[in-house]
């Protein structure tokens, strides 16, 4: 068998170029539609609150889908971008667009900040420092006057692109959509890249990542800062959106929030995650009708979703292990001799179930 | 009277075959050896006899009794143990409180682990020196005669080990086979997975090999030992992998 | 100084509750790498079974006699270690072989459905409810603090449960189980160890440790509200970590340290800050010892 | 003259429920009673935190509203269009607040009374503006509120600075000069906090412990904060957060021998925490202990035992069988003062309803009710109230 | 010949217990150098202090006449120094190719901004390196199973797909730490091959091995580590007759 031959069979797992193709511009087309057939602020402004879930789950992902740091703290990053443009827009009379530059350099310094400290931990002891940087960052909100205490900042001018003021939902919508893909197309090329490989490393072994030369502090502080950027861009945009902004909105809750949407939808998948994020957002909603108790609807159902599908609604490569399972009773329906693939089921060997 | 016998035994995991059809028997004072390539299936008898995985059809019975919906802590208990592969002693507990846990279960008295213990120290007496050391910090050959000793603890009937030889250098190869001869000849039955047929075929009476999840081979060690159909076993994987 | 010195003690004294529910969390997260959410809640879901069990048991009279107390006390440690031990046989065993990260969500989860569970149920709400009992004020001088016997019995309940479990890990057969199967689940099973009965006492003791906390917790700052095991959880967590999680007398040194590092701070700091210095503090020390202040330190063979 | 004001204060009290029923009256006489059914509901949007940490405080609040609508409708509605609330959990979070806005405008509420947390009632300010429906606020009370430059907000909670001013009226008159100012990191209390401190220094006396302190609102140990308060020597202490930590702040002041029996130091609160739970709370360490508060604000009633209170309560406690909270009056009046202006304009079209808001003047259970042109609340005035054996009384402190 | 990798006077010490003690062991330009010992020896903390996993108590290592001492285990990689480990350390969940393609991480030197933006440059050498992991792939025979997760692969394939892993790098010196453990007899003879091919690349290989009769097959020189400490080295014959070494580590030869 040539190379090429090797080659395109290798690219094949990836799916044929065009049909992925196909579904990205076909889901995409199909959001871009959505505007125009409601008109319904409350869904509108749900739908772009989902797209900004979407947008810091995205981020997430990097650090804890691609790189497997537990991230408890993730919504600071988000706190960071929205309290930039924030003050920059209302103290400084700064444009929005503008603000997004200064929110990232603060946000990816503490990114630094927080990274150095934490290279050596393990994955648990990672999840309390994040979850304490979360709490840090949350405290100086609530008692920096610059900050605008408990309160926040208020009256946050619309955002301006060029002479476009986007005022509404939907403009929101539109806004949220385009970062949302332009984060999934970014993913996606990290992914495919060495930066993605060297994180996939760190994250199945960091030792053995060590010996193919990976420098992997150098990489868990990059996991890190594009986590940051991607956060803090999103919590510059979720400034204006909102017009107000608060304390109460980047605690601990929020950043449980982010964590939930990247596990439901499954750790690493893109699509996955998206999805996981619509789910997180839209459902609290959809169970207003429960008023009070419209939480406690929602643990019900996150417990039996993790207990039914722990590995998330869409985990990664989902569809190539579909794949291989076809081809393995197609190989055994011809009557070919397959390899039992023990170890591909080693993590699922169980105790003494019985 | 048969210590343990696998009749028509299957396991798969999901869609995935690990054995098929497995039948197989062990006198009681016997050694006996499981022989095959890697991914032969030869671990998942272990397992699937230990209670670890449950096979989808087909029986296994322990001194005539089956035990199909037995738990695999009450196998244990009813003198059935199972050293797996990789050893998987307890690096952060003591020798000493690991060969205690080998006696868990079934020695309900203090006086009673107190005095198995002494008989199990006096049969591997490089394990006293290092009564009160974290196991953790043994070393490979010295972790495989703690595993093996621990698993004596709880004075087994039968005792199926996995791979013992594997990463041993040759002097600790002998010792832990000469200890598993002991441990045969005090009356234990002994079920052994091992990859080094030859090695295997010395101590066991007889043997069975493994091929793809099925037994194709058995018989006594001698006769195996000679016969050619032993390699072409393995060879008809290795082929197999070329594709 | 003499603030300092008071400081200390306020620090112990808020350390050992911390303590008592880290105990909780770093025995479940030692056994399972379970980082369980929801175990300030059955401490939370503790507070409310004992008010309405003493309100039913004392009728009017706030300062009933210790025993009644104390007899509660049990009863409500047996019904949260209950608790806990039910939420491992519905949720987290069925999830054995799932990532630690979906076992977190599920507890995240359980969590939320506590809270509002309480949240909506008819006798209890969002309300703060007033604890039926509470320790009277009298008590002795330190320094220039000053301490009520009800702090002083509680510091001391805290120790002796402490103690006992860590008599009990580190001592008895069961407790080495413990350790084994917190080590290696399949080689426990292979010792003839009930695994799944193992983590089911180790859930039942976490769960009448919060328990026990809880009943202390009304007693002492008279008050209990829905919300009230999320942060003590929170703080939980951080203590077990800064002792080293898994670890049993981590999860009281760390307890202790991160009760006495809050009070510090404040002094200093102000009260607005004290979250900021415990986590400083955290990650100060972490950077020294990665593995927490007691955590394991066998050497890492490749 | 200030004991005048406050006698007379209460005697308008007195005359409050037979007000109300007048009120009431009133408002349905307005509407033709007997097409009553067949006009559509005045649907009001409720935004409130029903979950979360602040969950008590929206559902007392919102339970007062459901009372006041009951009440109306029961009375033939506004203008003979029966209320019709739609509650929507805003959980004290920007982004559910935001949601929960556009949801009820675009169910098409006419009016939007709610409004808890200032981090959630900000972000809707905007939305119910450009919805053009009026927006009135029980008990969110952030000077920001009203500097939006929104026609249509109307705030029925006066601005948090009065309770600071009286307090340090207060410290001033019994010569404390060092005061301990703590609020609980919401934005109420710390603006309540910041006027407490401004007036005290104004007045001579100094902050201690370096400022206003900080306690976080889920924290109930104090120990640290009371080993500050000895150490600073302060004889004066200023809580301006919520009643459940000011019962265990109070415990345990009089437990280190702060205050109380063995204590010389005066403990003053703010608004939030006049509630029948913090002296239940603190039982004998409540004693002595003193509160500022809006006159004829909500749990005064409980405690002052007005007449009008004291139906509000019993009806409050007979529906819900749980006493309400500080902040509960407050929504009832909001719903009042929405359903009056109805009246007074004969319409309950939004732009007109908002007109009439700008013009009401009435009595209501929190007292007169009056806005001025920014919707902040007109005519606030201060009481002091001390716990005497378990019960709140007017103050008549002694230098 | 000259010493492509040295150690000189090299120790380590775990908490006051010695490993290694006073190690010189020089590794020849070309050589196929094997490690032997009882187990215990300190043969994987020789190795783990030469590929930086372990910092020597004291003690020089050099590559190419450089001090490396100390330098840790990613710049140790980078130099061309690679290595395999002794309970195989594959990347479970990424696909065979991608596996290898992280063995040659180094050589993928895109920019953040040619990743971005998927430029003519970025395609070329990504679909280089994914030719040349192809390419050792086909080397040790594992091809076809580019696309399978590697956690899918059983054990001889895992141990196979880790040295192609190594292959990618280009490595100048090649570690393999028990490349035949648990490797039956014909997938044995397979890898004995391919690591023959490797050093016949002119690639200097190091290997730990127990298996005695492979070593005298392949390797060009011996050491015998007992202990931490050298008890032995040269030609294969040499140390297998020697007296010291039967003595610490030879059997009965049960066969």
């Known amino acids: 068998m040539s190379n090429e031959e090797v080659g395109r069979r290798a690219t094949r797992a990836r799916g044929p170029r065009v049909a992925r193709g196909v579904g990205v511009l076909a889901a995409t087309v199909a959001a871009a539609l959505v505007p125009q057939l409601t008109h319904n602020q409350y869904y509108l402004g749900v739908a772009f609150q989902a797209e900004m879930l979407m947008c810091l789950a995205l981020g997430l992902n990097i650090v804890v889908g691609y790189a497997g740091m537990l991230d408890l703290g993730f919504a600071a990053f988000f706190a960071i971008g929205a309290y930039t443009t924030g003050i920059l827009s209302t103290k400084e009379h700064w444009s929005i667009v503008a603000s997004i530059a200064p929110g990232v350099a603060v946000a990816v310094v503490c990114a630094l900040i927080i990274g150095f400290p934490t290279l050596r931990l393990r994955s648990d002891y990672l999840a309390v420092v994040t979850l304490g940087f979360g709490e840090i960052i949350q405290t100086i909100a609530i008692n920096l006057n610059q900050t605008g205490g408990p309160t926040g900042i208020y009256a946050i001018p619309a955002l301006t692109i060029g002479s476009v003021v986007v005022a509404s939902n939907t403009g929101y919508y539109y806004v949220f959509l385009v970062l949302v893909i332009v984060f999934a197309l970014f993913s996606t090329r990290l992914r495919h890249s060495r930066l993605g490989r060297a994180w996939l490393c760190i994250r199945e072994d960091e030792d053995a990542a060590k010996a193919m030369g990976i420098n992997t502090s150098h990489y868990k502080l990059y996991a890190y800062m594009f986590g940051a950027v991607l956060g803090s861009i999103t919590g510059s945009v979720y400034a204006p959106a909102l017009t107000a902004i608060s304390p109460a909105s980047f605690g601990f809750s929020e950043s449980l929030l982010i964590v939930m949407a990247v596990a439901i939808g499954g750790l690493g998948s893109i699509w996955g995650v998206m999805f996981g994020a619509a789910v997180v957002e839209i459902f609290p909603e959809v169970f207003r009708q429960f008023a009070q108790a419209r939480l406690l609807v929602f643990g019900v159902l996150l417990v039996v979703l993790m207990v039914v599908r722990p590995r998330g609604l869409f985990p990664e490569r989902a569809f190539q292990g579909v794949g291989a399972r076809i081809r393995a009773t197609l190989a055994r329906v011809k009557g070919q001799p397959t390899v039992p693939r023990l170890d591909a089921v080693a993590s699922l060997q169980p105790t003494d179930e019985s | 009277m048969k210590a343990l016998e696998l009749n028509d035994v299957s396991v798969f995991y999901g869609a995935v075959r690990g054995v098929e059809g497995v039948s197989l028997y062990v006198d009681e004072g016997e050694i006996v050896a499981l022989l095959g390539a890697n991914g032969a299936g030869k671990s998942t008898v272990l397992k699937a006899v230990s209670g670890l995985i449950h096979p989808r059809h087909g029986t296994i019975s322990f001194f005539g009794e089956p035990f199909a919906k037995l738990s695999a802590h009450r196998r244990v208990i009813g003198g059935l143990v199972h050293v797996p592969e990789g050893r998987r002693i307890f690096t952060t507990l003591t020798i000493g409180e690991n060969l205690e846990l080998g006696a868990y279960g079934t020695q309900r008295s203090r006086t009673e682990r107190a005095q198995r213990l002494g008989e199990v120290l006096a049969l591997f007496p490089l394990l006293e020196q290092h009564f009160e050391r974290l196991a953790g910090t043994l070393s490979g050959g010295e972790q495989q005669v703690l595993a093996i000793a621990r698993a004596m603890m709880s004075n087994p009937r039968v005792l199926m080990i996995d791979e013992p030889s594997l990463g041993l250098d040759p002097q600790k190869v002998d010792i832990v086979y000469d200890m598993l001869e002991e441990v045969a000849a005090l009356g234990t039955t002994v079920l052994l997975v091992e990859q080094n047929v030859a090695l295997a075929l010395e101590i066991a009476s007889r043997a069975y090999v493994l091929q793809q999840g099925s037994v194709v081979l058995s018989g006594r060690s001698a006769s195996l030992a000679q016969d050619s159909r032993l390699s072409d076993a393995y060879l008809g994987k290795a082929t197999h992998d070329h594709g | 100084m003499s603030l300092f010195l008071n400081e200390i003690g306020n620090g112990i004294f808020l350390g050992a509750f911390f303590g008592l529910v880290a105990l909780g969390y770093s025995m479940v997260y030692g056994i399972l790498r379970l980082i369980n959410f929801a175990h300030g809640d059955f401490y939370m879901v503790a507070a409310f079974v004992s008010y309405t069990i003493l309100g039913a048991v004392i009728v009017g009279n706030s300062h009933a006699q210790w025993w009644t107390v104390a007899w509660v006390g049990l009863v409500v440690m047996i019904i949260t270690g209950g608790l806990a031990m039910l939420a491992n046989q519905l949720i987290y065993r069925p999830m054995r072989r799932a990532a630690i990260l979906s076992l977190m969500i599920a507890a995240i989860g359980l969590s939320q459905v506590l809270e509002n569970g309480v949240l909506v149920a008819p006798q209890w709400g969002a309300t703060y409810l007033v604890y039926p009992v509470t320790t009277p004020p009298s008590g002795f001088n330190l320094g220039s603090n000053h301490y009520t016997w009800g702090q002083l019995i509680i510091v001391l309940i805290s120790g002796l449960l402490a103690l006992g479990v860590y008599f009990l890990v580190g001592r008895t057969l069961l407790g080495k189980a413990m350790r084994a199967v917190s080590e290696d689940r399949i080689a426990a099973v292979l010792m003839g160890i009930n695994v799944d009965l193992v983590i089911a006492i180790v859930f039942f003791i976490g769960g009448a440790l919060a328990g026990a906390a809880a009943v202390m917790t009304g007693v002492y700052y008279g008050q209990i509200n829905y919300l009230m095991g999320f942060t003590v959880g929170l703080e939980a967590f951080t203590a077990a970590v800064l002792g080293g999680i898994g670890n049993i007398g981590g999860a009281v040194v760390g307890g202790l340290i991160l009760g006495i590092v809050q009070s510090i701070g404040t002094g200093i700091f102000g009260a607005e800050w004290a979250i900021v210095v415990a986590f400083g503090a955290l990650v100060l020390m972490l950077w020294f010892r990665p593995t927490g202040l007691l955590g394991e330190r066998v050497a890492r063979r490749m | 003259m200030k004991k005048n004001l406050v006698k007379s204060r209460v005697l308008t009290a007195g005359l409050l429920v037979t007000g109300v029923l007048t009120i009431a009256a009133g408002v349905s006489a307005g509407g033709v009673a007997s097409a009553a059914k067949k006009l559509s509901p005045y649907l009001v949007g409720v935004p409130m935190p029903m979950t979360g940490a602040e969950a008590e405080a929206g559902t007392q609040i919102y339970n007062a509203e459901a009372m006041a609508a009951q009440f109306l409708n029961h009375h033939g509605g506004v203008l003979g269009h029966q209320i019709k609330l739609l509650e929507q959990d805003d959980a004290c979070d920007a982004g559910t607040a935001v949601n929960a806005a556009n949801l009820l405008v675009s169910k098409g509420v006419q009016a939007y009374v709610g409004g808890y947390c200032s981090g959630a009632t900000l972000p809707a300010e905007p939305i119910i503006a450009r919805a053009g429906i009026p927006y009135v606020m029980p008990a969110a009370n952030s000077p920001e509120l009203t500097t939006g430059g929104y026609k249509n907000v109307f705030l029925i909670d006066p601005s948090g600075s009065g309770d600071g001013i009286e307090a340090a009226a207060f410290f001033k008159q019994q010569h404390i000069t060092k005061v301990f100012v703590i609020d609980d990191q919401s934005s109420f209390g710390v ?190 005035v201060m009481d002091l109230l001390e716990v005497v054996n378990g019960k709140y009384t007017l103050a008549h402190p002694q230098p | 010949m000259t010493a492509v990798l040295e ?123 994914r030719d040349e992991a192809l390419a050792s792939l086909e080397f040790v025979g594992l091809v076809e199973q580019a696309n399978n997760l590697a956690g899918d692969l059983p054990y001889g394939m895992r141990k196979r797909m880790e040295l192609a892993r190594v292959l990618i790098a280009q490595p100048v010196v090649v570690l393999l730490d028990e490349p035949a453990a648990g490797v039956s007899s014909v997938e044995r003879a397979e890898l004995s091959s391919v690591i023959r091919r490797v050093h016949e690349l002119g690639t200097c290989v190091v290997m730990i091995e127990h298996d005695v009769d492979l070593v005298m097959e392949i390797a060009s020189e011996v050491t015998v580590l007992d202990n931490g400490r050298v008890i032995a080295s040269g030609r294969p014959q040499d140390v297998r007759t020697n007296p010291d070494v039967i003595r610490a580590y030879m059997g009965r030869q049960r066969q």
């Open chain 5, 7 to 129: 150690t000189q006077n090299l120790s380590l010490q775990f908490g006051g217990v010695n490993a290694l003690s006073d190690l010189s062991v020089p590794i020849e330009r070309g050589a196929l150098h094997a490690i032997i010992g009882p187990n215990g020896a300190g043969k994987t903390s020789f190795f783990n202090c030469l590929t930086g996993y372990y910092r020597p108590t004291s003690g020089v290592v050099r590559f190419e006449g450089t001090e490396i001492t100390g330098l840790n285990a990613a710049k140790v990689a980078a130099l061309g120094i690679r290595r395999t480990f002794q309970n195989i350390r594959v990347f479970p969940k990424m696909s065979v190719l991608e596996n290898v393609l992280a063995g040659g991480h180094l050589r993928a030197t895109s920019n953040l901004f040619a990743i971005t933006f998927a430029g003519p440059r970025f395609r070329h050498t990504e679909r280089q390196l």
């Open chain 4, 191 to 380: 603006a309540i906090a910041q006027s407490a401190a401004s007036a005290i220094k104004k007045n001579g006396g100094t902050v201690v412990a370096g400022g206003i302190q900080s306690i976080p609102a889920t924290s109930n140990d104090f120990s640290a904060v009371i080993s500050q308060i000895k150490s600073a020597g302060a004889t004066g202490i200023y809580w301006s957060g919520y009643f459940s930590q000011a019962a265990q702040f109070a415990t345990q002041l009089n437990a280190a021998g702060v205050i109380g029996p063995h204590g010389t130091a005066k403990f003053v609160v703010a608004d939030g925490s006049v509630d029948a739970t913090y002296i239940t709370g603190a039982g004998a360490a409540a004693n002595g202990t003193y509160a500022t508060i809006a006159a004829l604000a909500s749990g005064v009633g409980n405690v002052l035992g007005s007449n009008a209170d004291k139906a509000f309560n019993r009806a409050y406690v007979k529906q819900f069988h749980a006493q309400p909270g500080p902040y509960s009056a407050f929504g009832y009046d909001a719903i009042m003062a929405l359903a009056l202006a109805a009246k007074h304009v004969k319409s309950i079209v939004p732009k007109r309803v908002i007109a009439g808001l700008h013009a009401l003047h009435f009595v209501g259970l929190t007292g007169k009710i009056s806005f001025a042109a920014d919707g902040n609340r007109l005519g606030a």
